[in-house]
């Protein structure tokens, strides 16, 4: 009776454990310049098996090592979680790239439920000032030039992926300097 009070002890432990370790990205391999975090190595053979263990529970597919990068955002600026109640200001510049795509999305990297009709925009699309840089609005309210609709409420993520990109971990171009700044507005 007590062997197999160990053994179902042992299998949930082991079953509990492997279920937290795949559960959120790993922070092995991840590489943070402000708000963004990156882990290059996701879509390359040198992928680590806690990455490798949450990309098989099929959250998404990983840009490849020669296909661009892909920077992940759940703060602003100033270390805040991103919050849907509240208005924000992405602007600055964007690493050299064949071209770049900035969405929101839901904390579990799938897209709103129901969605609004833009979820994303690209470098095509967007309108730049006279200095060249960009600004995009995201709030729930229609905000005038850029803007990227939000839900009513709840947390969301930012997710900048660069295409056809030379920018690497090693490359020292993740700086903050070098990406767009999140900057928090006022909240309803």
């Known amino acids: 009776m007590e062997l197999a009070y160990v053994l179902a002890l042992g299998a949930g432990l082991g079953l509990g454990s492997a279920q937290w370790a795949v559960s959120a990205r ?8 402000g708000p963004w975090a990156a882990w290059p190595a996701g879509g390359t053979r ?3 098996p806690y ?3 949450y990309l098989a529970r099929g959250v998404h597919l990983p840009l490849g090592a020669g296909e661009g990068l892909e ?3 759940e703060t602003s600026d100033d270390g805040a979680p991103l919050d849907a109640r509240c208005r924000y200001t992405i602007s600055g510049v964007t690493p050299a790239a064949r071209g770049w795509t900035l969405a929101a999305i839901d904390p579990a990297g799938s897209p709103f ?5 833009r979820t994303s925009f690209s470098d095509a699309e967007i309108i730049r000032g006279e200095d060249g840089q960009m600004a995009i609005t995201a709030a729930f309210s229609p905000q005038a030039g850029n803007w990227l609709p939000l839900p009513s409420a709840g947390r969301f993520q930012l997710w ?6 030379p920018v690497s971990s090693q490359t020292g171009e993740t700086r903050p300097a070098n990406l767009p700044r999140i900057q928090r507005s006022d909240c309803r």
């Open 71 to 73: 920077l992940i955002a």
């Open 51 to 53: 990455l490798q263990g």
């Open 46 to 48: 040198d992928i680590d």
């Open 26 to 33: 790993p922070a092995i391999g991840k590489v943070e310049a």
């Open 160 to 165: 900048l992926r660069l295409y056809d990109t």
């Open 113 to 117: 439920r129901p969605g609004p009709e």
